[in-house]
């Protein structure tokens, strides 16, 4: 994490997760409120900007949206580790597959992460049919410490709501805590309806590299 001349908080966020989990998709919903059906493969590296606003304090969350596939991944995993403040990982709920590579994912983030990530996990795609229970997914998530969350990029009204998701985020980061607590985690949520106001829809594609 960094901070401008106007004190402004950047904390950099990697996600993680197999090629066509919904990576990028969570990422579209939760800075355009949009979902793209023929949305693009990932290909390299996709770095993106949001400004959110979380108790008066400006923060800026910065997405590195890398792609699931390995050939686009290989040259890239130093840059991509270092200094990430938190890491979201991602898996599809109609696909076992993806949710037992996430093991896969942390050991890759251990191994090149000299920091110590705030690590979640999101489970997307609920809006078909769940091939993953909820507590397969909570099992794996409680034996590595890892918060869970469960949405859909297309219908995300119906279950975790995808700006919740990144506001908790954005919250524990401010806050330099690991996760919230019960009664924490409820004041927060009376917060949110505050700061939903403040967040800009504009999208700040800062760079795109291959
Ligand atoms: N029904 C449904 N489809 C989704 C959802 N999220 C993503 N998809 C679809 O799943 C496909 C893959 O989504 P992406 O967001 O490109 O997946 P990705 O993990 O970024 O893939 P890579 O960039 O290849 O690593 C696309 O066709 C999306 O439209 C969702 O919540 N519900
Ligand atoms: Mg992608």
Redesign the pocket.
């Known amino acids: 994490m960094w901070e401008s001349k106007k004190e402004r908080k950047v904390f950099k966020i990697i996600v993680a997760?197999d090629?066509?989990?919904?990576?990028?998709?969570?990422l579209l919903g939760f800075i355009l409120n949009k979902f793209?059906?023929?949305?693009q493969?990932?290909i390299g590296l996709d770095i993106q900007n949001k400004d959110v606003v979380i108790e008066g304090q400006q923060t800026t969350l910065q997405f590195w949206?890398s792609?699931?596939?390995e050939k686009y991944r290989r040259s890239l995993r130093k840059i991509y580790y270092m200094k990430a403040d938190a890491i979201v990982f991602?898996y599809d709920v109609n696909n076992p597959t993806s949710i037992n590579s996430i093991a896969h994912w942390l050991n890759e983030a251990n191994q090149y992460c000299k920091s110590d990530p705030i690590k979640i996990l999101v489970g997307?795609?609920c809006?078909?049919e769940i091939e993953v229970s909820k507590k397969k997914a909570n099992k794996f998530a409680k034996a590595n410490k890892i918060t869970l969350f469960q949405t859909?990029?297309?219908c995300p009204s119906d279950h975790d709501n995808i700006e919740m998701i990144f506001l908790y985020l954005a919250k524990v980061l401010q806050d330099g805590k690991r996760t919230l607590s019960r009664n924490g985690y409820k004041n927060f949520k009376n917060t949110i309806e505050k700061s939903r106001k403040n967040i800009s829809r504009a999208p700040k594609s800062i760079c795109c590299f291959i």
């Open positions: 997760g090629s066509c989990c919904g990576k990028s998709s969570l793209l059906r023929n949305i493969s990932t949206d792609a699931g596939q991602v997307t795609k809006d078909y859909s990029a297309r």
